[in-house]
Protein backbone atom coordinates (compact mmCIF):
# COMPACT_ATOMS: atom_id res chain seq x y z
CA UNK A 1 0.00 0.00 0.00
CA UNK A 2 1.46 3.33 -1.16
CA UNK A 3 2.34 6.35 1.70
CA UNK A 4 0.35 9.66 0.68
CA UNK A 5 2.25 11.78 -1.15
CA UNK A 6 3.40 15.30 0.31
CA UNK A 7 1.12 16.50 -2.40
CA UNK A 8 -1.71 14.73 -1.43
CA UNK A 9 -1.01 15.71 2.37
CA UNK A 10 -1.26 19.31 1.28
CA UNK A 11 -4.09 19.31 -0.96
CA UNK A 12 -6.96 16.33 -0.71
CA UNK A 13 -5.83 15.40 2.64
CA UNK A 14 -4.99 18.68 4.64
CA UNK A 15 -6.26 20.04 7.85
CA UNK A 16 -10.08 21.19 7.28
CA UNK A 17 -12.05 23.01 9.36
CA UNK A 18 -15.10 20.87 9.49
CA UNK A 19 -15.30 17.36 8.32
CA UNK A 20 -18.98 16.37 7.46
CA UNK A 21 -18.94 12.79 7.47
CA UNK A 22 -22.11 11.34 5.27
CA UNK A 23 -23.19 12.80 2.07
CA UNK A 24 -27.24 12.29 2.18
CA UNK A 25 -29.21 14.84 1.83
CA UNK A 26 -28.36 15.98 5.64
CA UNK A 27 -24.72 15.87 5.11
CA UNK A 28 -25.18 18.30 1.49
CA UNK A 29 -27.59 20.91 2.68
CA UNK A 30 -25.28 20.96 6.41
CA UNK A 31 -22.17 22.03 3.91
CA UNK A 32 -24.51 24.82 2.23
CA UNK A 33 -25.88 26.30 5.27
CA UNK A 34 -21.99 25.94 6.66
CA UNK A 35 -20.85 27.75 3.74
CA UNK A 36 -23.11 30.48 3.64
CA UNK A 37 -22.34 31.31 6.96
CA UNK A 38 -18.76 31.26 6.59
CA UNK A 39 -17.63 30.84 2.68
CA UNK A 40 -13.89 30.47 4.25
CA UNK A 41 -14.56 27.69 5.67
CA UNK A 42 -12.34 24.37 4.40
CA UNK A 43 -15.28 21.66 4.54
CA UNK A 44 -14.49 18.23 3.21
CA UNK A 45 -17.38 15.12 3.30
CA UNK A 46 -16.49 11.79 3.54
CA UNK A 47 -19.04 9.33 2.38
CA UNK A 48 -18.65 5.62 2.80
CA UNK A 49 -20.13 4.39 -0.99
CA UNK A 50 -19.35 5.82 -4.06
CA UNK A 51 -22.43 7.52 -4.01
CA UNK A 52 -24.69 8.38 -1.32
CA UNK A 53 -25.70 5.04 -0.25
CA UNK A 54 -28.57 5.66 3.10
CA UNK A 55 -31.83 6.55 2.35
CA UNK A 56 -31.18 9.96 -0.15
CA UNK A 57 -31.26 8.74 -3.23
CA UNK A 58 -33.30 5.55 -2.55
CA UNK A 59 -36.64 7.22 -1.01
CA UNK A 60 -39.72 7.65 -2.72
CA UNK A 61 -39.20 11.61 -3.57
CA UNK A 62 -42.28 12.75 -1.73
CA UNK A 63 -42.18 16.66 -1.04
CA UNK A 64 -44.79 15.94 1.89
CA UNK A 65 -44.79 17.59 5.66
CA UNK A 66 -47.50 15.51 7.05
CA UNK A 67 -50.82 13.90 6.50
CA UNK A 68 -53.72 14.15 8.47
CA UNK A 69 -53.73 10.80 9.91
CA UNK A 70 -50.08 10.94 10.61
CA UNK A 71 -50.48 14.36 12.30
CA UNK A 72 -53.06 13.24 14.55
CA UNK A 73 -51.36 10.57 15.81
CA UNK A 74 -48.30 12.89 15.92
CA UNK A 75 -50.60 15.39 18.33
CA UNK A 76 -51.10 12.22 20.74
CA UNK A 77 -47.75 10.62 20.61
CA UNK A 78 -45.49 13.69 20.99
CA UNK A 79 -48.12 16.25 22.15
CA UNK A 80 -49.83 19.27 20.31
CA UNK A 81 -46.96 21.52 20.08
CA UNK A 82 -44.17 19.90 19.66
CA UNK A 83 -46.14 18.38 15.99
CA UNK A 84 -46.92 22.07 15.30
CA UNK A 85 -43.15 22.59 15.38
CA UNK A 86 -42.25 19.73 13.38
CA UNK A 87 -44.58 20.44 10.80
CA UNK A 88 -43.59 23.83 10.41
CA UNK A 89 -39.72 23.02 10.15
CA UNK A 90 -40.94 20.50 7.42
CA UNK A 91 -42.50 23.31 5.06
CA UNK A 92 -39.97 25.58 5.72
CA UNK A 93 -37.68 23.14 4.42
CA UNK A 94 -39.42 22.78 1.36
CA UNK A 95 -39.03 26.32 1.18
CA UNK A 96 -35.69 26.62 0.94
CA UNK A 97 -36.09 23.52 -1.78
CA UNK A 98 -38.10 25.53 -4.10
CA UNK A 99 -35.66 28.54 -3.19
CA UNK A 100 -32.42 27.53 -4.48
CA UNK A 101 -33.21 25.13 -7.10
CA UNK A 102 -35.34 25.46 -9.92
CA UNK A 103 -38.78 22.91 -10.80
CA UNK A 104 -36.47 21.11 -13.69
CA UNK A 105 -33.42 20.74 -11.66
CA UNK A 106 -35.13 18.33 -8.98
CA UNK A 107 -37.93 17.07 -10.92
CA UNK A 108 -40.49 19.26 -9.06
CA UNK A 109 -44.37 18.35 -10.22
CA UNK A 110 -46.35 19.60 -8.06
CA UNK A 111 -49.28 17.06 -8.52
CA UNK A 112 -50.78 17.75 -4.82
CA UNK A 113 -51.18 14.70 -2.43
CA UNK A 114 -53.70 12.31 -0.60
CA UNK A 115 -54.60 10.60 2.34
CA UNK A 116 -56.61 7.08 1.76
CA UNK A 117 -58.59 5.32 4.12
CA UNK A 118 -60.33 2.17 3.83
CA UNK A 119 -63.42 0.68 5.84
CA UNK A 120 -61.38 -0.87 8.49
CA UNK A 121 -59.27 2.69 9.06
CA UNK A 122 -59.58 3.05 12.84
CA UNK A 123 -58.48 6.69 12.50
CA UNK A 124 -60.38 7.71 9.84
CA UNK A 125 -63.19 8.93 12.41
CA UNK A 126 -60.80 11.32 14.08
CA UNK A 127 -59.25 12.51 11.11
CA UNK A 128 -63.03 13.32 10.08
CA UNK A 129 -63.50 15.10 13.05
CA UNK A 130 -60.11 16.78 13.24
CA UNK A 131 -59.67 18.21 9.41
CA UNK A 132 -61.16 22.09 10.88
CA UNK A 133 -58.61 21.66 13.45
CA UNK A 134 -56.05 21.01 11.59
CA UNK A 135 -56.50 23.00 8.58
CA UNK A 136 -56.64 26.06 11.19
CA UNK A 137 -52.72 25.09 12.64
CA UNK A 138 -51.91 24.22 9.01
CA UNK A 139 -53.12 28.05 7.99
CA UNK A 140 -50.82 29.71 10.54
CA UNK A 141 -47.78 27.65 8.72
CA UNK A 142 -48.65 27.85 5.23
CA UNK A 143 -51.17 30.70 5.01
CA UNK A 144 -53.14 28.39 2.79
CA UNK A 145 -57.03 27.69 3.78
CA UNK A 146 -58.20 24.39 3.94
CA UNK A 147 -55.16 22.68 3.16
CA UNK A 148 -57.08 19.27 3.73
CA UNK A 149 -59.96 19.02 1.79
CA UNK A 150 -61.96 15.90 1.34
CA UNK A 151 -61.84 14.15 -2.10
CA UNK A 152 -64.07 11.32 -1.95
CA UNK A 153 -65.33 12.22 -5.41
CA UNK A 154 -62.40 11.50 -6.74
CA UNK A 155 -62.08 7.54 -5.97
CA UNK A 156 -63.76 6.47 -8.86
CA UNK A 157 -61.97 8.46 -11.54
CA UNK A 158 -58.49 7.00 -9.50
CA UNK A 159 -59.79 3.30 -9.78
CA UNK A 160 -59.07 2.65 -6.62
CA UNK A 161 -60.31 -0.63 -5.20
CA UNK A 162 -61.25 -0.92 -0.88
CA UNK A 163 -60.50 3.05 -0.32
CA UNK A 164 -63.26 5.06 1.14
CA UNK A 165 -62.20 8.25 1.93
CA UNK A 166 -59.35 10.26 0.39
CA UNK A 167 -58.19 13.72 1.62
CA UNK A 168 -56.66 15.96 -0.34
CA UNK A 169 -53.06 17.99 0.61
CA UNK A 170 -53.04 20.76 -2.13
CA UNK A 171 -49.45 21.86 -1.69
CA UNK A 172 -47.67 18.18 -1.74
CA UNK A 173 -45.24 17.62 -4.27
CA UNK A 174 -43.31 14.88 -6.10
CA UNK A 175 -39.38 15.57 -6.54
CA UNK A 176 -36.87 13.45 -8.46
CA UNK A 177 -34.33 11.79 -5.06
CA UNK A 178 -31.70 11.00 -7.70
CA UNK A 179 -31.42 14.84 -9.39
CA UNK A 180 -32.29 16.37 -6.44
CA UNK A 181 -28.87 15.12 -4.40
CA UNK A 182 -26.74 15.57 -7.58
CA UNK A 183 -28.31 19.16 -7.90
CA UNK A 184 -27.14 19.23 -4.23
CA UNK A 185 -24.06 17.80 -4.80
CA UNK A 186 -22.99 20.41 -7.93
CA UNK A 187 -24.39 23.32 -5.78
CA UNK A 188 -21.80 22.50 -2.77
CA UNK A 189 -18.83 21.48 -4.88
CA UNK A 190 -19.67 25.41 -6.65
CA UNK A 191 -18.99 26.49 -3.21
CA UNK A 192 -15.89 25.12 -2.93
CA UNK A 193 -16.25 21.69 -0.26
CA UNK A 194 -14.40 18.96 -1.21
CA UNK A 195 -16.61 15.46 -1.47
CA UNK A 196 -14.73 12.19 -1.08
CA UNK A 197 -16.53 8.60 -1.75
CA UNK A 198 -15.58 5.66 -0.62
CA UNK A 199 -14.38 6.91 2.63
CA UNK A 200 -15.17 5.24 5.65
CA UNK A 201 -14.97 6.90 8.82
CA UNK A 202 -13.78 4.21 11.45
CA UNK A 203 -13.77 6.36 14.56
CA UNK A 204 -12.46 9.47 16.02
CA UNK A 205 -10.70 10.74 18.80
CA UNK A 206 -9.66 14.24 20.09
CA UNK A 207 -6.29 15.96 19.12
CA UNK A 208 -4.75 19.39 20.12
CA UNK A 209 -7.45 21.83 19.48
CA UNK A 210 -9.48 19.65 17.62
CA UNK A 211 -10.63 16.39 16.37
CA UNK A 212 -8.67 13.28 14.33
CA UNK A 213 -11.01 11.41 12.44
CA UNK A 214 -9.87 7.71 10.80
CA UNK A 215 -11.31 6.53 7.65
CA UNK A 216 -10.80 3.24 5.72
CA UNK A 217 -10.89 4.75 2.48
CA UNK A 218 -10.87 2.94 -1.00
CA UNK A 219 -10.47 -0.25 -2.75
CA UNK A 220 -7.89 -1.25 -0.68
CA UNK A 221 -9.00 0.30 2.23
CA UNK A 222 -5.71 2.15 3.04
CA UNK A 223 -5.88 4.05 6.85
CA UNK A 224 -5.77 7.33 6.62
CA UNK A 225 -6.44 10.23 9.42
CA UNK A 226 -7.81 13.94 8.60
CA UNK A 227 -7.34 16.59 11.13
CA UNK A 228 -10.28 18.69 11.59
CA UNK A 229 -11.30 21.86 14.09
CA UNK A 230 -15.14 19.88 14.38
CA UNK A 231 -16.79 17.07 13.31
CA UNK A 232 -20.22 16.26 11.98
CA UNK A 233 -21.75 13.68 11.55
CA UNK A 234 -24.65 12.90 9.25
CA UNK A 235 -24.86 9.22 9.39
CA UNK A 236 -28.58 8.65 9.83
CA UNK A 237 -29.24 4.86 10.64
CA UNK A 238 -25.66 4.17 10.30
CA UNK A 239 -24.55 6.29 13.44
CA UNK A 240 -25.07 3.84 15.98
CA UNK A 241 -22.03 2.21 14.38
CA UNK A 242 -20.32 5.30 16.12
CA UNK A 243 -22.13 6.45 18.65
CA UNK A 244 -24.07 3.22 20.09
CA UNK A 245 -25.81 4.83 22.85
CA UNK A 246 -27.23 7.03 20.20
CA UNK A 247 -31.70 6.38 20.33
CA UNK A 248 -31.83 5.37 16.56
CA UNK A 249 -33.48 2.41 15.46
CA UNK A 250 -32.77 1.93 11.80
CA UNK A 251 -36.00 1.17 9.90
CA UNK A 252 -35.70 -0.63 6.41
CA UNK A 253 -37.84 0.75 3.23
CA UNK A 254 -38.98 -1.24 0.23
CA UNK A 255 -39.71 0.28 -2.81
CA UNK A 256 -40.96 -0.94 -6.45
CA UNK A 257 -41.79 0.97 -9.14
CA UNK A 258 -43.88 -1.01 -12.67
CA UNK A 259 -43.42 -0.44 -16.26
CA UNK A 260 -45.59 2.42 -18.35
CA UNK A 261 -48.52 1.51 -17.40
CA UNK A 262 -51.29 2.83 -20.41
CA UNK A 263 -53.75 5.61 -18.97
CA UNK A 264 -52.63 5.20 -15.37
CA UNK A 265 -55.67 6.50 -13.78
CA UNK A 266 -54.03 8.37 -10.98
CA UNK A 267 -51.64 11.13 -10.56
CA UNK A 268 -50.03 12.52 -7.14
CA UNK A 269 -48.24 11.40 -4.05
CA UNK A 270 -50.49 9.04 -1.61
CA UNK A 271 -50.17 7.88 1.85
CA UNK A 272 -52.07 4.95 3.13
CA UNK A 273 -52.25 3.02 6.87
CA UNK A 274 -50.41 5.45 8.60
CA UNK A 275 -47.75 6.11 6.38
CA UNK A 276 -47.24 2.79 6.44
CA UNK A 277 -48.07 2.15 2.59
CA UNK A 278 -47.03 5.05 -0.22
CA UNK A 279 -47.20 5.34 -3.68
CA UNK A 280 -46.91 7.30 -6.87
CA UNK A 281 -47.16 8.05 -10.24
CA UNK A 282 -43.54 8.96 -11.98
CA UNK A 283 -45.11 9.33 -15.11
CA UNK A 284 -47.26 6.48 -16.18
CA UNK A 285 -45.42 4.12 -13.50
CA UNK A 286 -46.45 3.47 -10.69
CA UNK A 287 -44.04 3.37 -7.21
CA UNK A 288 -45.04 2.22 -4.12
CA UNK A 289 -43.03 1.40 -0.94
CA UNK A 290 -43.64 0.48 2.48
CA UNK A 291 -45.50 -2.35 4.23
CA UNK A 292 -42.44 -2.72 6.87
CA UNK A 293 -45.33 -3.26 8.93
CA UNK A 294 -45.59 -6.69 8.04
CA UNK A 295 -42.35 -7.80 9.29
CA UNK A 296 -41.59 -5.34 11.25
CA UNK A 297 -38.31 -6.94 13.43
CA UNK A 298 -36.83 -8.01 10.04
CA UNK A 299 -37.15 -4.56 8.86
CA UNK A 300 -35.05 -3.24 11.94
CA UNK A 301 -31.91 -3.41 9.98
CA UNK A 302 -28.72 -1.84 7.96
CA UNK A 303 -28.74 -4.49 5.22
CA UNK A 304 -29.99 -2.79 1.91
CA UNK A 305 -31.64 -5.93 0.25
CA UNK A 306 -35.20 -6.31 -0.57
CA UNK A 307 -36.77 -9.57 0.87
CA UNK A 308 -39.28 -12.03 -0.78
CA UNK A 309 -42.23 -10.80 2.49
CA UNK A 310 -42.34 -7.35 1.54
CA UNK A 311 -42.30 -7.75 -2.12
CA UNK A 312 -45.00 -9.50 -1.83
CA UNK A 313 -47.08 -7.60 0.22
CA UNK A 314 -46.35 -4.22 -1.89
CA UNK A 315 -47.79 -6.43 -5.05
CA UNK A 316 -50.51 -8.02 -3.23
CA UNK A 317 -51.55 -4.15 -2.70
CA UNK A 318 -50.89 -3.12 -6.07
CA UNK A 319 -53.99 -6.26 -6.52
CA UNK A 320 -56.27 -5.41 -4.28
CA UNK A 321 -56.25 -1.30 -3.81
CA UNK A 322 -54.35 -0.02 -6.92
CA UNK A 323 -54.86 -1.63 -10.16
CA UNK A 324 -56.88 -4.26 -9.60
CA UNK A 325 -57.93 -4.86 -13.23
CA UNK A 326 -54.38 -3.70 -14.79
CA UNK A 327 -51.84 -5.98 -16.07
CA UNK A 328 -48.45 -4.26 -14.96
CA UNK A 329 -45.00 -5.42 -14.49
CA UNK A 330 -42.67 -4.44 -12.05
CA UNK A 331 -39.17 -3.47 -13.90
CA UNK A 332 -37.06 -2.19 -9.99
CA UNK A 333 -36.98 -2.85 -6.41
CA UNK A 334 -35.22 -1.65 -3.98
CA UNK A 335 -34.00 -0.75 -0.14
CA UNK A 336 -32.81 1.82 1.78
CA UNK A 337 -32.11 2.76 5.65
CA UNK A 338 -34.23 5.33 7.10
CA UNK A 339 -33.65 6.45 10.72
CA UNK A 340 -35.92 6.13 13.41
CA UNK A 341 -35.82 6.50 17.51
CA UNK A 342 -38.04 6.69 20.61
CA UNK A 343 -38.96 10.36 19.20
CA UNK A 344 -39.72 11.54 16.17
CA UNK A 345 -37.78 14.87 16.14
CA UNK A 346 -34.48 15.28 14.66
CA UNK A 347 -31.15 14.74 16.82
CA UNK A 348 -29.45 17.88 16.14
CA UNK A 349 -26.90 18.29 19.02
CA UNK A 350 -23.52 18.42 19.87
CA UNK A 351 -22.19 15.82 21.10
CA UNK A 352 -18.84 17.25 22.98
CA UNK A 353 -15.19 18.23 22.03
CA UNK A 354 -16.27 19.45 19.15
CA UNK A 355 -18.54 16.69 17.54
CA UNK A 356 -22.19 17.10 16.56
CA UNK A 357 -24.30 15.36 14.62
CA UNK A 358 -27.54 16.09 12.60
CA UNK A 359 -29.20 12.59 12.35
CA UNK A 360 -32.90 10.82 12.41
CA UNK A 361 -35.28 12.59 9.50
CA UNK A 362 -37.85 9.95 10.64
CA UNK A 363 -38.85 9.25 6.98
CA UNK A 364 -39.20 12.73 6.21
CA UNK A 365 -35.87 14.19 5.32
CA UNK A 366 -36.95 15.41 2.19
CA UNK A 367 -38.81 18.19 3.81
CA UNK A 368 -36.67 18.25 7.28
CA UNK A 369 -33.10 18.19 6.12
CA UNK A 370 -32.74 22.09 4.68
CA UNK A 371 -33.69 23.18 8.01
CA UNK A 372 -31.92 20.50 10.70
CA UNK A 373 -28.78 21.65 8.53
CA UNK A 374 -29.86 25.28 9.02
CA UNK A 375 -29.97 24.51 12.76
CA UNK A 376 -26.82 22.26 12.85
CA UNK A 377 -24.57 25.33 11.19
CA UNK A 378 -25.46 27.86 13.35
CA UNK A 379 -25.14 25.67 16.47
CA UNK A 380 -21.68 24.77 14.89
CA UNK A 381 -20.74 28.12 14.46
CA UNK A 382 -21.49 28.51 18.07
C1 LIG B 1 -37.64 3.63 1.06
C2 LIG B 1 -37.61 5.01 1.63
C3 LIG B 1 -38.58 5.93 1.25
C4 LIG B 1 -38.55 7.23 1.75
N1 LIG B 1 -39.43 8.14 1.24
C5 LIG B 1 -39.32 9.43 1.62
C6 LIG B 1 -40.13 10.41 1.03
O1 LIG B 1 -40.90 10.13 0.12
N2 LIG B 1 -40.04 11.69 1.49
C7 LIG B 1 -39.16 12.02 2.48
O2 LIG B 1 -39.12 13.18 2.89
N3 LIG B 1 -38.35 11.11 3.02
C8 LIG B 1 -38.39 9.83 2.61
N4 LIG B 1 -37.55 8.91 3.14
C9 LIG B 1 -36.61 9.34 4.17
C10 LIG B 1 -35.45 10.17 3.60
O3 LIG B 1 -34.93 9.54 2.46
C11 LIG B 1 -34.41 10.33 4.70
O4 LIG B 1 -35.02 10.97 5.82
C12 LIG B 1 -33.22 11.16 4.26
O5 LIG B 1 -32.72 10.73 3.04
C13 LIG B 1 -32.15 11.08 5.33
O6 LIG B 1 -31.02 11.75 4.85
P1 LIG B 1 -29.64 11.59 5.63
O7 LIG B 1 -28.65 12.40 4.88
O8 LIG B 1 -29.84 11.86 7.07
O9 LIG B 1 -29.32 10.04 5.56
P2 LIG B 1 -28.73 9.12 4.41
O10 LIG B 1 -29.30 9.47 3.08
O11 LIG B 1 -28.91 7.72 4.87
O12 LIG B 1 -27.21 9.50 4.38
C14 LIG B 1 -26.28 9.03 5.32
C15 LIG B 1 -25.00 8.82 4.56
O13 LIG B 1 -23.96 8.52 5.49
C16 LIG B 1 -23.10 7.59 4.86
N5 LIG B 1 -22.35 6.93 5.92
C17 LIG B 1 -22.84 6.10 6.88
N6 LIG B 1 -21.86 5.71 7.72
C18 LIG B 1 -20.73 6.32 7.29
C19 LIG B 1 -19.37 6.32 7.75
N7 LIG B 1 -19.00 5.64 8.84
N8 LIG B 1 -18.44 7.04 7.05
C20 LIG B 1 -18.81 7.75 5.95
N9 LIG B 1 -20.08 7.78 5.47
C21 LIG B 1 -21.02 7.09 6.14
C22 LIG B 1 -24.04 6.67 4.11
O14 LIG B 1 -23.39 5.96 3.09
C23 LIG B 1 -25.08 7.67 3.59
O15 LIG B 1 -24.76 8.13 2.29
C24 LIG B 1 -37.56 7.60 2.68
C25 LIG B 1 -36.59 6.69 3.06
C26 LIG B 1 -36.60 5.41 2.54
C27 LIG B 1 -35.52 4.44 2.93
Known amino acids: MSAISFWEKDSFFAPQDIIIAGSGIVGLWSAFHLKLINPQYKITILERGIIPTGASTRNAGFACFGSPGELVADAATMGEDAMWQLVEMRYKGLQQLRKNFTDYAIDYDACGGYECFSADSTDW ?56 VQALLQKIQGMGVQVLTNMTVLSYENHHQGVRVNISAGIDGRQISFTTNQLLLCTNA ?145
Open 125 to 180: KEVAEKLDWLNTGLQKITGEENLFKLADDKLHAFGFKGFTHLVQNKLEAGIHSGKT
Open 238 to 382: FTKQLLPETDIIPNRGQVLVTAPIEQLPFKGTFHFDQGYYYFRNVGNRLLLGGARNKDFENEHTLEMQTTPVIQAALESFIQQHLLPDTTYAVTDSWSGIMAMGREKSPLIQSIGNNVFCCVRMSGMGIALAPEAAQKIAVLMNG
